[in-house]
């Protein structure tokens, strides 16, 4: 157990809906990092937040948006769902200090079907 | 941005031999490269990582190395067993504002009994 928790687990849901995933860091932790993982694109990362601030943006798409909040728990909202949004989408926590390269611990994820 | 390419895509080996698997990256500021193996219907665990100043690291039966003049660094697992079977994952990063992985395609690792 890494101590990073995602609610929910599994998520079904149809074209065009909004969901919204849930994450938990680790206790202490500052950094929230959001991947994505799929068959054809592998892990890939979408945003990092730091403290309640966003970080850093990868590929994500402008149909996604995230958040920190003051307890630290950061949710990422997708909306317009597509079918290609199918994926796992998993959650990973760091200390957040400066100058030095963390460890990221990862969350069991989230698979989301979008039928 | 960052490309890191892992090779083999899939490795089978006997229990008791080794597992090799290697990555290779383009970024030459990238400084710190850990890999994670992940289980069926878990999240990527980290079984280990080495910095750029440092060319090899072991952890009793895994050991990583790197040659950072090549930009490429290999995983090695000895003794081999069934609770090995997993994917494993490089990635690289570097310590700056954001630190964010940059993934390999992974490694479906088989060890048959």
């Known amino acids: 157990d890494s101590g990073v928790t995602q609610t929910p687990k599994h998520l079904i849901t149809a074209t065009g809906q909004r969901v919204t995933l849930r994450c938990s860091p680790r206790s202490g932790d500052l950094s929230v990092y959001w991947y994505q993982q799929s068959l054809d694109q592998g892990l890939q990362f979408l945003i990092q937040?730091?403290?309640?601030?966003?970080?850093a943006k990868g590929n994500i798409l402008e149909r996604f948006s995230a958040q920190q909040f003051p307890d630290l728990h950061s949710e990422l909202n997708l909306s317009s769902l597509e079918l290609g949004d199918s994926a796992l989408y998993f959650c990973?926590?760091?200390?957040?200090?400066?100058?030095?390269?963390?460890?990221?611990?990862f969350g069991p994820g989230t698979r989301l079907l979008v039928l | 941005g960052e490309n890191v390419e892992q090779h083999p895509s899939t490795l089978s080996v006997q229990e008791g031999d080794s597992a090799v698997i290697k990555c290779t990256y383009s970024d030459s500021a990238s400084n710190y490269f850990p890999w994670y193996k992940q289980e069926l219907g878990k999240g990527p665990q980290l079984i280990i990582d080495?910095?750029?100043?440092?060319g090899e690291k072991k952890d009793q039966r895994i050991a990583v190395t790197l040659n950072k003049t090549a930009k490429h660094f290999s995983l090695h697992i000895t003794e081999t067993q069934p609770e090995d079977s997993a994917v494993y994952f490089c990635a690289a990063s570097f310590s700056g504002s954001a630190r964010q992985l940059t993934f390999g395609s992974g490694t479906q690792l088989t060890v048959l009994p």
């Open positions: 990973a926590s760091s200390v957040g200090r400066e100058g030095l390269q963390e460890t990221q611990y």
């Open positions: 080495i910095r750029s100043n440092v």
């Open positions: 937040y730091y403290n309640g601030e966003e970080r």
